[in-house]
């Protein structure tokens, strides 16, 4: 009954790669750049992990009694978003990127669009801020009802729109149409549904976002462990990450600390195969927002809830903890940055201080979780198990 738990700490990116200055993101460290703006963090649990003892962190403090195994990992694929990072620790390296547009969507996209969803105007069309772009245009859209389309330096659609204006069911439906216009030559990773509320200049984005993602374009770990007649329990945003392909369970959340009471919950009812969890609040909340303080607080947060998690691993349990990408508070850039990204693993048989050291693919986690449930695979990637068990 052997099983992994793995969690994604959203955007906790820890250096920057090689080819970051190609990416615009030289400088960035995600952890290391919070520590200095915030002045240090309390993360006893990570530390003992073997958080500092990571090539390249240099801030947190090498831990002499390291309780689990440590190391890093290179990203393979090209791009620095949520779907590319979580398709590598799945397996599948994308050698090109996912379209993104820098200037907007064409007259084509948009007017397709509008004729689709019925509607003679939207709002935005540009790159922006998630926040931002509802301090410029949330007004005007409740005077029009226009949809806001925006962008960012990933590969996004996203429609914004108050939940009182286009309700929730319209919207997702807008995200539909446009899920399905953007494959092909005009694909792109995911099309998103940003509902927001409030009034003003005080309005806030709810938690009843969702993601329309593609389908892997090669067969992932979770198929693998999903075949294998075994549990794949998303938490999070995980469903559609993978556009629900090898998925048997998932729950939503609703911030960070109902992610992990949510990964509680499933570590007591499923007991074989993965437990995947993305703690979406550090990238949303704090990484895009440039706000090192909050990020900050919510990765002490995070190691609070940690004492809890260990509770209930059990003798054949492994508990890996991982980024996607970075995201770095402390740069003026408030996208994604192109990191090294941490592994974490903890259970009863890990060699204690054990190094994978710099991995050369984030799909070096999957093939690794693929080894450890003893499920034959073809997942690009080599295994670390020899290492830390």
Same mark, same amino acid.
């Given at each position: 009954?052997?099983?992994?738990?793995?969690?994604?700490?959203?955007?906790?990116?820890?250096?920057?790669?090689?080819?970051?200055?190609?990416?615009?993101? /030289?400088?960035? &460290?995600?952890?290391?750049?919070?520590?200095?703006? *915030?002045?240090?963090?309390?993360?006893?649990?990570?530390?003992?992990?073997?958080?500092?003892?990571?090539?390249?962190?240099?801030?947190?403090?090498?831990?002499?009694?390291?309780?689990?195994?440590?190391? /890093?990992?290179?990203?393979?694929?090209?791009?620095?978003?949520?779907?590319?990072?979580?398709?590598?620790?799945?397996?599948?390296?994308?050698?090109?990127?996912?379209?993104?547009?820098?200037?907007?969507?064409?007259?084509?996209?948009?007017?397709?669009?509008?004729?689709?969803?019925?509607?003679?105007?939207?709002?935005?069309?540009? *790159?922006?801020?998630?926040?931002?772009?509802?301090?410029?245009?949330?007004?005007? &859209?409740?005077?029009?009802?226009?949809?806001?389309?925006?962008?960012?330096?990933?590969?996004?659609?996203?429609?914004?729109? &108050?939940?009182?204006?286009?309700?929730?069911?319209?919207?997702?439906?807008?995200?539909? =149409?446009?899920?399905?216009?953007?494959?092909?030559?005009?694909? =792109?990773?995911? *099309?998103?549904? !940003?509902?927001? =509320?409030?009034?003003?200049?005080?309005?806030?984005?709810?938690?009843?976002?969702?993601?329309?993602?593609?389908?892997?374009?090669?067969?992932?770990?979770?198929?693998?462990?999903?075949?294998?007649?075994?549990?794949?329990?998303? *938490?999070?945003?995980?469903?559609?990450?993978?556009?629900?392909?090898?998925?048997?369970?998932?729950?939503?959340?609703?911030?960070?600390?109902?992610?992990?009471?949510?990964?509680?919950?499933?570590?007591?009812?499923?007991?074989?195969?993965?437990?995947?969890?993305?703690?979406?609040?550090?990238?949303?909340?704090?990484?895009? !927002?440039?706000?090192?303080?909050?990020?900050?607080?919510?990765?002490?947060?995070?190691?609070?809830?940690?004492?809890?998690?260990?509770?209930?691993?059990?003798?054949?349990?492994?508990?890996?903890?991982?980024?996607? &990408?970075?995201?770095?508070?402390?740069?003026?850039?408030?996208?994604?940055?192109?990191?090294?990204?941490?592994?974490?693993?903890?259970?009863?048989?890990?060699?204690?201080?054990?190094?994978?050291?710099?991995?050369?693919?984030?799909?070096?986690?999957?093939?690794?979780?693929?080894?450890?449930?003893?499920?034959?695979?073809?997942?690009?990637?080599?295994?670390?198990?020899?290492?830390?068990?």
């Amino acid at each position: 009954m052997k099983r992994v738990i793995l969690i994604v700490l959203d955007s906790l990116g820890v250096g920057e790669l090689p080819d970051a200055e190609r990416f615009g993101d /030289r400088g960035s &460290h995600t952890l290391d750049n919070i520590w200095t703006s *915030v002045g240090g963090l309390m993360i006893p649990k990570l530390k003992l992990l073997g958080l500092g003892n990571i090539e390249g962190i240099n801030k947190v403090g090498k831990e002499n009694n390291v309780i689990g195994a440590y190391g /890093r990992a290179v990203e393979k694929s090209i791009g620095k978003d949520t779907v590319t990072g979580h398709w590598e620790i799945g397996g599948v390296i994308l050698e090109k990127p996912l379209n993104t547009y820098p200037n907007g969507f064409s007259d084509e996209i948009i007017e397709e669009f509008k004729e689709k969803c019925g509607i003679s105007g939207i709002l935005g069309n540009k *790159v922006a801020s998630g926040t931002e772009i509802l301090d410029e245009l949330g007004e005007e &859209h409740v005077k029009t009802g226009f949809p806001i389309i925006y962008t960012s330096a990933d590969s996004v659609f996203q429609i914004a729109a &108050h939940e009182d204006v286009i309700n929730l069911d319209r919207l997702y439906k807008m995200c539909q =149409v446009a899920r399905e216009m953007l494959v092909g030559e005009r694909c =792109v990773g995911r *099309v998103i549904a !940003r509902p927001f =509320v409030g009034k003003a200049p005080n309005f806030k984005r709810t938690t009843n976002r969702h993601d329309y993602a593609l389908d892997p374009f090669e067969k992932t770990m979770l198929e693998y462990i999903k075949e294998a007649g075994k549990n794949v329990a998303g *938490v999070g945003k995980i469903k559609d990450i993978y556009n629900g392909k090898g998925i048997t369970h998932s729950t939503s959340t609703k911030g960070n600390m109902d992610g992990v009471d949510k990964t509680l919950d499933y570590m007591d009812n499923i007991h074989e195969g993965l437990i995947f969890t993305n703690l979406v609040d550090f990238d949303m909340l704090y990484g895009h !927002r440039n706000d090192p303080k909050g990020y900050g607080e919510a990765i002490e947060a995070f190691d609070n809830r940690l004492g809890e998690i260990y509770s209930k691993i059990k003798e054949d349990d492994l508990l890996i903890l991982t980024a996607d &990408h970075g995201c770095d508070p402390t740069t003026v850039s408030t996208d994604h940055s192109r990191e090294y990204i941490p592994i974490l693993v903890y259970g009863a048989k890990i060699k204690n201080g054990a190094e994978i050291g710099t991995r050369n693919s984030f799909a070096d986690i999957g093939k690794s979780i693929l080894d450890y449930l003893e499920i034959e695979n073809k997942l690009t990637g080599e295994s670390f198990k020899n290492i830390i068990l």
